[in-house]
């Protein structure tokens, strides 16, 4: 335990290296921070556990700042403690190119554990960090059976659905590792929570099913006492109410919302200073005595680690069957051959591409143990249960399938947090419809350019009777806007072997499975076609008979037989007409130009189908193409009226592109 | 009150219309509505207020069926209960054109208050009633005074996160006429809610500062006795948690996920009627003894309708300058020549377009009474409170400003409810990148077509420094894809002006405003130019000097100035180059042929400038044009030096454009 003084050093030492980056930046959060120090300072003083020559180790604990606002914290945290993290990167806090951006982002600093700021995302991501640490112990066992997850929570993150759904699921797993503390310091942008947030948070939270403490979160000895009890406490996750003052220290800026998102000013800052009686003009100014510290918590962290270290040696040596599994698991391993491997377990029946994905998540399954995940209550319909697998439950961790509940936004949120723990490739499956409820998680996932797998069926209006609230119209399109996220919608089978293929080979992305509620028929391709060319993104799926083709026919999913037929029908009038198949557009953009000339020749008109929104497809199509697709609501009916009104029959293509061209 | 062998035949009259129309669609939710049929009996029997020969009729009660699956529920109650909706409408549901579709749509059928069935929705909608009406009341006294809402949740409801979002806002406004009842028959489509779903929603919902009861729901003395306790608390909303079976009264499927989304089948539904004493054949079966029951309710609902209309008689006499504002209020109605007042009323200096917004939405306050809203927690930063009105409290609901919380998602559903129940044109207001939170209530208001105001600042990355988490990239024209919604992007103060016209003269669907947090200048408008021109959506701003024009460079929003730079350098080289500013691309769609191509002239080669995708910008400069844009994310700096590495400079552009073309 420290001296009152030496911690009041470090407290302060934090609360102004956080008051003068943002100063320096004119810009930011400097009243959380001052917040937060006293609670900062407990955590990375005594509790996390975690090694800043090595910030992906395994058996770290994690820390989430999910009020990621709050960065320059977080950044003072990683400077005092010996990540690789300067006072000069400090200096360059919110500038570019630096390791110390507006709000905390992993890919671009190490010891950041994920990209926070938009709010409660974070509490969903600890929630999925505390979960893959129980799984992965309860696969592994001791790698990281220690590991406890530290989220520090705003009343932002409170406020937003997200974080609601996600301590729902939480409690519901009993998911005792977890210990969030919620920075309840009363004060938003517009001014007081009064204003909009008097719930009972922590009676909130007991009703979750959590372990629920109060506590004045400036007060070191209460902040120490409930860490221990929240730690002690193994079968719940752990909630702290910490009553803070916001820009605590601050003589005027005090308890104020200002302080909230603005810099506190030079004289603000200098009476801060004076106050503590430090000197004013010091700027980034760390003491010897608060390094000191921070070296010797940095001893004891080595110590701790070495002995994880001897452990974890041990463990192999006895375990190396499970050891090597490990390995497999961490590195996210899948067999180099998986298409082809795919290809020979293709079923043959015509089915729904969401049975045809189903079928093969079968196989990727038992080839890649990292696979794992759910759905949003609604896996009968997605298809997406590892049938070899079992459930994950509060009392057994050791199965790969997640009941997610009805919680898209949490679904997508915690994946990304398994995703981040390291050694899973998560899937989440729901309606493309409600794709929209989670599209912050999907956006977030592709931004920290994670390998999670968001798995949407029922893609159209050809959904049928649940009507234009179930049938997704502009989805498609509005995922692939989104940058880093790969879009796939196969139209058989073998396609949907692909679109596995691609996902499990995409390491540095989420990539969206679009998958039909309805039956296809399988393709017939060409006798010439290389099945290697679907993994390309768009192919030849049928040549133009007989000379060089005066028409190019592109469709996506299930429409890609109604390009076929029309194809048949178009050629009898006369017309030499290619079929090409673009379950992948953004794999495809990536090809050389070379062979995306040769898939879609220059001058050479083109129609796209899809059902969904056409205009987007123009860019594929130019200016003189056709495209074919739905621009309004859909209705409620059985899909082959919805087809026969919305013109998806052989017969309306065919009657449309015969018009227009 | 009946007796117990008349409120059997009803409800067994309630549950035998769901199942049959389900067994004929071939597809539904037979299993809610059989669960249900003992508190929709009560609930229709003798509480609900309503007028089905005036189903707008704005002193009547709402019912929010949140669980829209249950359609049948809710349809079969409009049938009994004498609304436009026959017999032959139940059996055609979930047919092509029917009042019956797969989910409630409150544009289809007469009696539906809203669009449910994406789940939580129908609490937040439930939410914007209860609100809209105490606020109503507030303003006008009498017509609302009396009005109560009923909602009925499913554990779907209550596990997303928009509901949560939206009680403790009701919570916190003490919503005393808001009354949900919690379906609480622990099935959901995976099998039992133990999978998924533990906590104490009831305990959660006293968190909330709610009013809660738990029951059996299948009891009805203690169904009506919860409902009387319910309405006579009048300080907070009341939840009731309701125990109820799914499919209670079938034999097999009782008690059964199976029976949540799949139809019953011939052999179950002839077990249940057998088990009643019903003919088995018998289909669509409605006794006289109910349809007397009802037809006495309806005798009953009249002589309270007039009662009333009695009543606001003499409160328009009493009150006729009240009354007269209280018509003004319900029309909606906005000044003629709004778009001339607000030209009058134009900011002079150069502000980012939030300002320059702000300002002009006090103008559109004093002159639409109906314009009510507020932010998600952002109100000194996006510049949408209404400075001569008063904020919504628990104590005080007259004003006009509301403080929704860090709570997008419930901000856009009870904005919603507000537009449903009448007389508000409701705005909300947070940052463009958190359009993804509230992107399904967006959808719903555009399906619905309600005129909800959407308003989004920081609309680009060149808000500069919170970074990617924080900076739009795909935003924008992931909103212009939804049908149905305006987006408008304005230049300056001229063209927010114009926002404000077109988002209130459009009564048929939402409008999304897209503000920039910078500061942008005034553009430089053409001699000729007519202000009444930028209404069209796009127009010409700057004409090509000397000839006709050789280049249209599209611009919007801050990138207009960009344009105009691009203009005077090209034609400096020789060039001639007309500028068109496009503030709302689904306005100037929606224009005659010859408007677009006198302002797009064809084979003119054309460049589009939009700090965001580019993608689907190849739909209005072709394949041949150019598109300026940014198709990555963002990143933390000041936005000028972003401006400078991402290309949003007049050098970088010119440059673009030259080597281009």
């Known amino acids: 335990m420290h001296d009152a003084k030496s911690v009041e050093l470090a407290v302060n030492t934090i609360k102004t290296l956080s008051i003068d980056a943002v100063e320096k930046a004119k ?21 996390l556990r975690h090694d800043p020559q090595d910030p992906t180790w395994i058996g770290r604990d994690r820390f989430v700042l999910s009020a990621g606002h709050a960065s320059m914290l977080l950044y003072s945290m990683l400077h005092l403690s010996g990540y690789s993290l300067s006072l000069d990167d400090i200096k360059a806090f919110r500038q570019w190119g630096s390791k110390t951006p507006g709000h905390p982002e992993n890919f671009e600093t190490a010891g950041v554990e994920t990209t926070t700021g938009p709010l409660g995302q974070g509490v969903g991501n600890a929630v999925g960090f505390a979960l893959a640490s129980k799984m992965t112990a309860a696969r592994f066992g001791m790698p990281t059976e220690d590991v406890r997850i530290f989220c520090i929570a705003s009343d932002g993150d ?3 659905g997200v974080s609601g759904e996600a301590s729902s699921f939480a409690g519901h797993l009993a998911l005792g590792n977890l210990i969030v503390i919620y920075d309840d310091n009363r004060i938003t942008i517009e001014g007081e929570t009064e204003l909009a947030y008097t719930e009972d948070a922590g009676l909130r939270y007991e009703a979750y099913g959590w372990h629920v403490q109060r506590i004045d979160g400036h007060d070191h000895k209460q902040i120490r006492s409930a860490i221990d009890a929240a730690i002690a406490e193994k079968t719940r996750p752990s909630f702290i109410v910490a009553r803070t003052h916001i820009a605590n220290g601050a003589p005027t800026a005090h308890d104020t919302a200002e302080s909230h998102g603005s810099p506190l000013g030079d004289n603000e800052i200098a009476a801060t200073k004076k106050a503590i009686g430090w000197d004013a003009e010091r700027k980034f100014f760390v003491p ?13 962290l080595a110590r701790d680690k070495a002995a994880w270290e001897t452990r974890f040696q ?19 391993s899948a067999p180099a051959d998986l298409y082809e491997q795919l290809i020979k377990a293709l079923p043959a029946k015509d089915e729904a591409t969401r049975s045809h994905s189903g079928a093969l998540q079968q196989v990727v399954g038992e080839l890649v143990p990292s696979l ?9 319909s997605t298809k997406t249960l590892l049938k070899n697998s079992s459930s994950i439950t509060r009392h057994e961790q050791s199965g790969r399938n997640l009941h997610f509940g009805i919680r898209e936004h949490a679904m997508g949120s915690i994946c990304n947090g398994l995703s981040l723990f390291g050694g899973y490739i998560p899937f989440a499956s729901t309606f493309l419809v409600f794709s929209d409820y989670m599209r912050p998680a999907v956006r977030l996932s592709a931004l920290m350019r994670e390998q999670c797998l968001w798995i949407y069926t029922h893609d159209s209006i050809l959904l049928g009777e ?3 609230t179930h049938q997704p119209v502009e989805h498609v399109w509005a995922l692939r806007l989104i940058p880093n996220l790969f879009v796939i919608r196969p139209a058989d089978a073998l396609e949907s072997a692909a679109a596995w293929a691609i996902a499990m080979a995409r390491k540095g992305g989420p990539t969206a499975f679009i998958l039909s509620r309805q039956k296809v028929p399988s393709v017939q391709r060409d006798a010439q076609f290389d099945p290697r060319s679907v993994l390309r993104g768009a192919y030849i799926a049928q040549e133009a008979a007989g000379a060089r ?23 009898l009038d006369g017309r030499h007409v290619r079929v090409v198949s673009a379950p992948c557009l953004e794999q495809f953009a990536s090809e050389p130009i070379e062979y995306r ?22 860019q594929w199509v130019g200016e003189n193409g056709i495209t074919i697709g739905i621009d309004r609501f859909g209705a409620s009916a059985p899909d082959s009226v919805l087809a026969a009104k919305f013109g998806f029959t052989a017969e309306a293509v065919i009657q449309k592109i015969r018009s227009a061209s």
Not at 321 to 330: G, N, P, S, V, Y
Not at 551 to 571: C, F, H, P, R, W
Not at 598 to 605: F, S
């Open 27 to 47: 810009s930011g959060h400097p009243g959380t921070p001052m917040g937060l120090a006293n609670i900062a300072f407990e955590l990375w003083a005594h509790y």
């Open 158 to 160: 409170l406020m937003e």
């Open 288 to 300: 010897e005595a608060t390094s000191e510290l921070f070296r010797e918590r940095a001893v004891e």
């Open 314 to 332: 041990k463990w192999q040596s006895a375990n190396p069957k499970l050891a090597d599994d490990f390995r497999t698991f961490m590195a996210k």
């Open 372 to 380: 794992v995940g759910g759905s949003a209550d609604l896996g009968p």
């Open 466 to 468: 649940d009507g234009p």
């Open 549 to 571: 083709p005066d028409l190019v026919i592109i469709a996506t999913g299930s429409e890609l037989q109604l390009a076929i037929a029309a194809k048949k029908a178009l050629e």
């Open 597 to 618: 000339n040769a898939v879609l020749p220059q001058g050479v008109r083109r129609v796209s189908i899809e059902a969904g929104v056409t205009g987007p497809w123009r």
